[in-house]
C-alpha cells in the first residue's frame, strides 16, 4: 500500500509527540477551578486551539484570557512530553521543504515542545495564532500546503483527532491516523492508519515522496 504526495503535514501533539498526560492534568485542573465538567471538555477539547475549546464550553468565561493563562501554564508543563516512535527518523529523512507542522498549539509552544521532545524543528510551521478559524475549519490545512508551495490536495497530513482529521480532509488532503498516542477517527475520514512511523517507508521520486504502509509492527 502506497501514495505519492509532493508535501507531508504533521499535526503535533497526539501525532508527532505524545503530550497526553500534560494536557490532560492542564485542563484537569482548569474545570476544577471552573466547576466544570472535565468530560464534557475532554470530548471537544482535542486538536482544537483552546480558545476554541473555551468558547464551547464556557462560553460566559472571556475565553481570551483563559487561553493565554493556559497557556502560560502548559510552557511550565512539558516533562514527561515524548516523541512519538519513528518520529525523528522520519523527520530527519526528509527536505525542509517537504514538510510542515500544522497544530492547534501556539507557534513558540510548539516549537518548545518539539525541542523539548528532540525532534528537528520544522522550517515551515502553522501555529494557533496563524489562522483565526483552527481545526476542524480547513484554513490551518490550506496554510501548511501553501507554505510548502503546493495545494492541500498534493499532501498526505497525519493527525491524530477527530477535529484535525476532518480539517485535512475538508482541505483535500489524504489522511492518515496516527493511533500510538490514542488517537482515534470517529467519522472514518482517514483513508491510512499507523501506530508509530516505523509503520511507513518514504522514498523520494523526483519532485514526489513515495509513502510505503508497512503491516503493523
Not at 465538567?37 to 476554541?52: C, K, L, P, T
Not at 513558540?108 to 483565526?132: E, N, Q, R
Request: hydrophobic letters at 45%.
Amino acid at each position: 500500500m502506497s501514495i505519492a504526495v509532493k508535501g507531508l503535514l504533521f499535526d503535533m501533539d497526539g501525532t508527532l509527540i505524545d503530550s497526553r498526560s500534560c494536557i490532560e492534568l492542564l485542563w484537569r485542573n482548569w474545570a476544577q477551578r471552573h466547576n466544570l465538567n472535565f468530560a464534557e471538555i475532554q470530548a471537544v477539547m482535542h486538536g482544537r486551539r483552546g480558545i476554541e475549546t473555551i468558547q464551547i464550553v464556557a462560553p460566559h468565561l472571556d475565553a481570551q484570557s483563559e487561553v493565554e493563562l493556559l497557556l502560560a501554564e502548559e510552557a511550565l508543563m512539558l516533562e514527561g512530553t515524548v516523541a512519538i516512535a519513528g518520529a525523528h527518523e522520519l523527520l530527519s529523512s526528509l527536505e525542509p521543504h517537504q514538510w510542515a507542522v500544522v497544530t492547534s498549539a501556539p507557534r513558540d509552544l510548539a516549537l518548545a515542545k518539539l525541542a523539548f521532545a528532540g525532534l528537528p524543528l520544522p522550517t515551515h510551521i502553522v501555529g494557533a495564532d496563524d489562522v483565526t478559524e483552527g481545526k476542524p475549519h480547513p484554513a490551518p490545512f490550506q496554510m501548511g500546503a501553501a507554505k510548502l508551495g503546493l495545494n492541500a490536495d498534493q499532501c498526505l497530513a497525519f493527525e491524530d483527532a477527530g477535529a484535525g482529521i476532518r480539517s485535512a480532509h475538508a482541505a483535500g488532503a489524504s489522511v492518515c491516523l496516527v493511533t500510538g498516542a490514542g488517537g482515534k477517527d470517529e467519522h472514518g475520514l482517514a483513508q491510512w492508519q499507523i501506530s508509530h512511523y516505523s509503520q511507513i517507508q518514504v522514498q523520494p521520486n523526483g519532485d514526489s515522496i513515495d509513502v510505503s504502509f508497512k503491516s503493523n509492527e
